[in-house]
């Protein structure tokens, strides 16, 4: 049986190539050639030598020819044998080993800019334009190449530079620098029209808002020199599509300067005794402010104020139609010549002038029988409140004692 030389697995008959490593049989021939080569001849003996016993064993040399073709060969180490396929298998791992470890180094690498791109976009939206930068800085660290950090980083720096425009323009209304205001926002707002994209989208807003701001600040000092209430009036009006808090603010001072300037004239008003001048104006300053307590009580107060008054002036009119006139003095005097003269005084205590004051009289005898009368003057004309006034007259034809009476008086007044 033959044996491989290289791998020392047994050979098949015949065989030219072993079936197990595939290398080429080496012919055994030469062996049995020094075989046979090294046999001795048996000796020739004589008739009178006996031979050999067989047992003896034969020389060394002569044994060791005899056994070497009929040990297989040593069998080769496995190792060796997979040795030429175990070098391209462990470069392959290697590399395969190292394109794993790239490319999950990559990957990694592409999660975190992915995270820090998301982070960035994150800040700059909430406008913490720093801390959105920094966060493209680090991921174009990772990425040069990855130009939409680019974009997004000149993105974000233009942000913030409006960002601080804006806020420029916030400190220029709180110093009431309106001028200053309105053309920083002009400038911005032709710069943020050119650019779009949300992170340029909640300009647009706050432009609309410092706008706003502007506008009532400018308002805010109109008021303050305005002292009528139909201009605070067309001012309210102005704040109609205005929302925010500054706004409300403004309102709420305009409404109570419209009921300070109510109080003041209606009160004026109640003073001069014009009633319906200063429920009128109540009546303005409620259409603004129908709640206010302060001109609640005000309206209530001139309405009771002017029903006094009213009763008050019923009752005046009633004196200054009926006791006007008070006769202080009368004499009568009857003359040598038969007539009788009279005199005397009267007082107004009309509320209001009165005037072309007339007197009746009337004349009996001294059985009380009716005689005559007639009627005189008083002078002057007219007579204010508390005046007095005078009257004389000659009555003719009397001829007896008699008594003069004075039982009316009439008077004018203007109503």
């Known amino acids: 049986m033959l044996f491989c030389h290289q791998c020392g697995e047994k ?37 009178d030598v006996q031979p050999q016993p067989t047992n003896i064993q ?19 180490s496995t190792f060796k044998s997979f040795l030429p396929f175990l070098v391209p298998l462990l470069s392959l791992i290697i590399v395969t080993v190292v394109l794993i470890i790239s490319f999950t180094t990559e990957q990694k690498k592409n999660n975190t800019v992915l995270d820090l791109q998301k982070s960035g976009e994150s800040e700059a939206l909430a406008g913490n334009y720093d801390a959105a930068i920094k966060a493209f800085d680090e991921a174009i660290d990772l990425r040069p190449d990855y130009e939409t950090l680019q974009l997004n980083k000149e993105e974000t720096n233009k942000a913030k530079e409006f960002s601080a425009q804006l806020d420029s323009v916030s400190k220029s209304i709180s110093s009431q620098d309106f001028a200053g205001a309105e053309q920083v926002l002009a400038t911005l707002k032709e710069q943020i029209n050119t650019n779009n994209g949300p992170l340029f989208t909640n ?21 303050a020199s305005i002292n009528t209430i ?30 300070q300037i109510t109080n003041t004239e209606a009160t004026d008003f109640l003073a001069n005794g014009q009633f319906a001048e200063a429920l009128n ?9 129908s709640d206010d307590e302060g001109l609640l009580q005000l ?32 004499t009568a005097n009857l003359e040598d ?18 005037y072309t004051i007339v007197l009746y009289y009337a004349v009996y005898d001294t059985n009380g029988e009716f005689l005559l009368e007639g009627s005189v003057n008083v002078e002057p004309n007219q007579l204010e409140p508390g005046d007095e006034g005078t009257f004389s007259a000659i009555i003719s034809g009397v001829d007896q004692e008699a008594t003069v009476e004075m039982y009316h008086a009439t008077w004018y007044f203007d109503e």
């Not at 080496?26 to 001795?40: F, G, I, R, W």
């Not at 506008?215 to 000092?221: A, F, V, Y």
């Not at 038969?338 to 007082?347: F, M, Q, V, Y």
């Open 11 to 47: 050979l098949l008959e015949g065989s030219s190539f072993c079936n197990t490593c595939g290398s080429k049989v080496e012919p055994v021939k030469e062996a049995s050639t020094q075989l046979e080569e090294h046999v001795p001849e048996q000796p020739i003996v004589s008739n």
């Open 58 to 76: 034969p020389s060394p040399q002569i044994s060791q020819h005899t056994y070497q073709p009929e040990q297989p060969p040593k069998k080769k």
């Open 203 to 223: 300009f647009q807003a706050n432009i609309t808002k410092e706008e706003e701001r502007i506008s009532i600040g400018k308002l805010m000092q109109e008021v």
């Open 230 to 259: 139909d201009e605070l009036a067309s001012k309210l009006s102005e704040l109609e599509t205005m929302s925010s808090p500054e706004a409300e603010s403004v309102r709420s001072e305009i409404l109570n300067k419209i009921v």
């Open 281 to 289: 104006v109540v009546n303005k300053g409620l259409s603004y402010k």
């Open 299 to 330: 309206k209530e107060k001139i309405e009771q104020e002017k029903v006094a008054m009213e009763e008050q002036a019923a009752e005046e009119d009633l004196h200054n139609r009926t006791a006007a006139v008070e006769l202080l003095t009368f």
């Open 337 to 354: 010549n038969g007539d009788i003269s009279i005199e005397g005084t009267i007082k107004s205590n009309a509320t209001i002038p009165i």
